[in-house]
């Protein structure tokens, strides 16, 4: 099903991760999303289980990344 209209449509978690960490770097991140895995020794594996498990800190996550690129 095509969804040209869907900025996360094909992206991965890890990918929308990590072109957040390259804009906001882990301290953006926690700014803009106050949890644990970005604050206190933070990992790109430790926030993904994190994310995976969390249905609203990923809803975060994937609003964030949206608003990075219409702001692009």
Known sequence: ???PNN???GKTLQSIL???LEHYRWEGL???IPVNCFMKDPSI?????FLRKTPWA???VEELYIKL???N
């Open 30 to 32: 926690a700014y803009h």
């Open 1 to 3: 099903m095509s969804q």
């Open 45 to 49: 594996k430790s926030s993904l289980t």
């Open 58 to 60: 990923r809803t975060k």
């Open 69 to 71: 690129l219409e702001n």
């Open 7 to 9: 900025p996360l449509h």
């Open 18 to 20: 990590e072109e957040l």
